[in-house]
């Protein structure tokens, strides 16, 4: 097998995906083991949640590479302790690109299973967000990305940007491509300029 | 598609859990992306989880409605805010009427799939109460449903009821108005008088 | 269908597994419904997602054993209440041969579905362990195991002693009753002496 330059970029977003999911479970006192688990679920739940739905064999059954991958990021926590976060801009720029890269990946392999569009937009955010839903679940969190982060909007506009261009007939590269950078995109910029969703808000409790 | 009188109840159930699900998430201070989420999971996550069980491909993968009626109750949040509690009571009965579909429709789609009736139960109070519970999940609280609520009582004596009727000969229609009417009935009455399962009492909390 | 000794561990080991959730669910207030509930999730949860991940039926699907041994167990904790703990010692022991138990089925049971053993080293580990991560979801609390317990090491140790002994061609009892007994040491020995893996810490809360 060889490995091309979509695997390298897979690995480094799961690489940092996982990164993301250890951070917090250090933050909260897991061992190593739970640390290890909440990585493993952050970088791959939403791949897994996809496949599932989709009726496939869970992608990270078919390759160690993701057990691996997640192994590398524990030992990396474990070595580097909080001098990690020296490379924040570093990591925050690797689990975007990773986080575009799976939404690519989860579109296409909804629309090679022979559903429609609008299913194959759904799965790409699944893909990239799930993940992190899952990883706030196991630490016992209201996920972050239901409050603050722009991280789902960024999924499903990168959706609607293949959609569009895959209409238009465009080259699969060129789609593959604007469609990851869109995703990209839209985070960097909502990062940077603190956009985020308005809350909904309800002056009563009650429920 | 003609859109029958049983799409109308469905879609009326949806739209109910739905709103449920935003409800809570208003509360909870979520952002518009997380409340369509919640109300959606919600909505359809009792179903999923069904149609995961018996290997199938979700039912709302299969058709645009789901997102739809979501989107609807989540317009329906935003425009009326808090007077939408003026409509408190046609909530509960929505939300009760789409609680009997849901249980009937899962009960159906199980025999279909040539499990047995027991499974067939299983999977209809599966399909009305397993939604509830991911919400809580997701807005980080113990299940209502596991400490207040007749909620699941009620679909497993629809459940029974079906089972009953049908092993009578009865008639299907009939046998699946009787299933719905005794989950509704059973809920009403539990909600009117207060009826509620014992508490599972422990004097130590040590485990 | 005749009940063999196999059978007989694995219903001892799920009434094990159920009482342990719902002594958890009592200890969180939980009415009968949802102490049932949370000990059944407890019981078969891990076997459903190693079930679903390997695209098979859920085991409990096949076969009403399952939810009448929780019903037992339910009646159980009902019945001798806080006596119950008097025998605290035999349902730590019941839980460990009925975790070692687990943990053989769930490699075998992927074995034979063609995955490699590196997956049936998960699955085994998932079968024995995701079952408490799903109960502590439930009852809204962080996964015992993600902090304390040498539970999740004491399964892996298992698949690999099964999967060392498979590579030296033994006889497939004493690979099962040798994969059984090492889950079954490892989790007495850890406990006993209070062995546990250290924490994963951080000085900084900032994620």
Redesign the interface.
């Known amino acids: 097998m060889s490995i091309g330059f979509i695997d390298i970029i897979e690995y480094v977003g799961t690489f940092a995906f996982a990164i ?1 999911g ?14 290890y ?2 990585g493993f679920v952050t970088a791959v739940g939403g791949g ?1 949640v996809r496949d ?2 989709l ?1 496939l ?2 992608f990270w ?1 078919l390759n ?1 590479s993701y ?1 691996i991958c997640t192994g590398v990021a524990l030992a990396a ?2 070595f580097f ?2 001098n990690l ?1 020296r490379f924040k801009n570093a990591f925050f720029l690797f689990d975007s690109i990773g986080l575009a890269l799976f939404v690519v990946v989860g579109v296409e392999k909804t629309l090679l299973n022979g ?1 429609p569009f ?2 194959a937009i ?1 799965m790409g955010s699944i893909t990239g967000a799930a993940g992190g ?1 899952m990883r706030d ?7 972050l ?4 982060e722009i991280y ?2 960024a999924c499903i506009i990168g959706g609607l940007v293949y959609w569009l261009m895959h209409s238009l007939h465009c080259d699969q590269i060129l789609t593959q491509l604007s469609s990851a950078a869109s995703v990209l995109l839209v985070r960097l910029l909502a990062v940077k300029y603190k956009i ?12």
Not at 22 to 35: C, H, P
Not at 145 to 148: E, N, P, T
Not at 196 to 207: A, D, G, I, R, T
């Open positions: 993301s250890i951070r917090l479970a250090a933050a909260n006192r897991f061992d190593w083991f739970g640390a688990v909440v897994t599932l739905l009726d064999t869970p059954m160690t057990l926590v474990l302790k909080d976060m559903f609008w299913v759904l839903v679940i196991l630490i016992n969190e209201v996920p990305i239901f409050r603050k789902a909007i985020s969703l308005p809350l909904l808000e309800s002056s009563s409790q009650e429920v």
